[in-house]
């Protein structure tokens, strides 16, 4: 991967799928497992009464119990499984036990009291989902593939992946005797050499891209060579920052189709996102009137002007609203963009320059701190924009917006969004739209937690506040 060294500042994004390292999961399930009893073990001697069964025979069957149920929720499969569904799925399996613990008792007439049981259940549950949760805090080993496919696919997918630091590419396996030049990884012609490809280079898993050489018959003739190494076969559908919620598989007949749920544009979450938001900027207006009140006498008496900066941005569906700020420029700054467009940093719409002339001395404060965006507040009560989504754009910049860029006009814009922060100015106008375009895509209210808290950091770090 030399050729791929650090070229810029890197995207964090949550929801991007990974490609989690399944060799590790297999070949330490049984110590999960040995874990697992391990806890429930103690949960039963502290909890269960030691006089029903003679010996340590009730805490060693509770044991197992746990275990062969946290197995039949498939919390040891193999698989990649989202650390979400495995806690959801200890807390069935708790429920299951403490059930399950009753019809024994009431059969065999041990009679364990019920408050007994669940305190064991839940210990063992607690217990179990603690140390999934202490583990998963350790940065995992990148994950070694091989990627199988048509070179333009294969090329395509190494540019995407190389910015991932959880994913490493240590081979590639192309269709036809053309390589891809450029890319300095091993690579070999034809899909008979994957297996080998795989063993050689210790890959933790193959990537296939389907094409017009590696068809369903391929795939599966694919997948039987790399059982017998253990390798997971993982099959790229093409898609592009779709998060894992959305996606599905569903049996139709004979096929196994990828379901895409679309974006949840509408519907009560929406509602919610917009109730507590405004609920949430009311508070913080009435909590932050004095340190407001306290900017707008500096930004007076910093520069002649007013305090308050009004301009006509674009929301969502093309609407048109007043956007409210403190003011960082001097009055005549719009009247001096014309000289500086040379110097515009921005490859895209946006007009971005590090060392603007036109920012006032107390407005490159309010901009590095973001405390120029404190009035936006009142954008949020009025409705004209979320605490949460894509940057407002001006009316000049979204007449030059191909389909891919209009598609930030779906939602309200935000105050903070993943543009904000992953890196703001710093970054190209093409990661800009793919940013906001991603956000409205797979909006979530975990989503949005996710990207408030971020803001704290973005704030603090001062990236791209300029």
């Given amino acids: 991967m030399s050729a791929y060294a650090d070229q810029g500042p890197r995207v964090a994004h949550p929801s991007v799928e990974r490609l989690s390292r399944p060799v590790q999961r297999r070949t ?25 069964v003679p010996g340590p025979a009730l805490a060693v069957a509770f044991a197992v119990a746990w275990v062969v149920l946290l197995g039949l929720a498939r919390t040891y499969d193999p698989g ?3 650390r979400r569904a495995d806690l959801l799925r200890i807390c069935l399996s708790s429920i299951h036990l403490v059930a399950l613990g009753a019809l024994l008792s009431g059969i065999t007439g041990l009679l364990v009291p019920a408050d007994q049981l669940v305190r064991a259940a839940g210990t063992a549950c607690v217990a179990s989902a603690g140390l999934r949760l202490a583990s998963s805090l350790r940065r995992p080993p990148r994950t070694r593939v091989v990627l199988v496919g048509h070179r333009r696919q294969v090329r395509r997918l190494v540019e995407e992946l190389h910015e991932s630091n959880e994913v490493e590419v240590v081979a590639l396996c192309l269709a036809g005797p053309k390589g891809c030049a450029g890319l300095d990884l091993p690579a070999a012609s034809g899909f008979a050499s994957v297996s080998d490809l795989a063993r050689e280079h210790r890959a933790d898993c193959v990537v ?20 017998r190494d253990r390798v997971d076969l993982l099959i790229g559908p093409g898609l592009l920052d779709v998060d894992s919620g959305r996606a599905a598989l569903r049996r139709t007949g004979g096929l196994s189709l990828l379901h895409v749920r679309h974006a949840d544009l509408t519907g009560p979450r929406r509602a919610l996102k917009t109730l507590w938001e405004r609920a949430a900027c009311v508070v913080a207006l009435v909590v932050l009137a004095p340190l407001l009140l306290a900017l707008l006498a500096l930004v007076r008496l910093d520069s002649p002007g007013p305090a308050l ?39 895209g719409a ?18 590095r701190l973001s405390l120029d965006e404190l009035p936006q507040l009142v954008n949020v009560v009025r409705g004209d924009m979320a605490l949460v989504g894509p ?61 408030l808290a971020r803001t704290v950091r973005a704030v603090l770090s001062h990236d791209g506040a300029y």
């Fill in 28 to 52: 330490r399930w049984y110590w999960m497992a040995a874990t697992d009893a391990l806890v429930a073990t103690v949960a039963a001697i502290v909890w269960l009464p030691p006089d029903l």
């Fill in 80 to 82: 990649p499984v989202p």
């Fill in 208 to 227: 296939a891209l389907p094409c017009r050489h590696l068809d369903a018959a391929s795939l599966r003739r694919l997948g039987w060579l790399l059982e």
């Fill in 309 to 347: 900066f009004r301009q006509q941005r674009v929301g969502r569906d093309g609407r048109i609203f007043s956007i409210l700020k403190l003011r960082t420029m001097h009055v005549d700054a719009e009247a001096r963009l014309a000289d500086l467009q040379e110097h515009n940093e921005s490859d």
């Fill in 350 to 367: 946006m007009f971005k320059m590090r060392h603007d002339p036109r920012i006032t001395r107390a407005g490159r404060w309010l901009r």
């Fill in 391 to 451: 940057r407002p754009p001006l009316p000049g910049e979204v007449t030059t917006y191909d389909e891919d860029a209009l598609r930030r006009l779906a939602v309200r814009p935000g105050i903070t969004g993943l543009w904000q922060v992953s890196g703001r100015s710093d970054l190209p106008w093409s990661m800009t739209v793919r940013l906001d375009s991603r956000y409205v895509d797979n909006w979530s209210l975990r989503l949005d937690a996710w990207i």
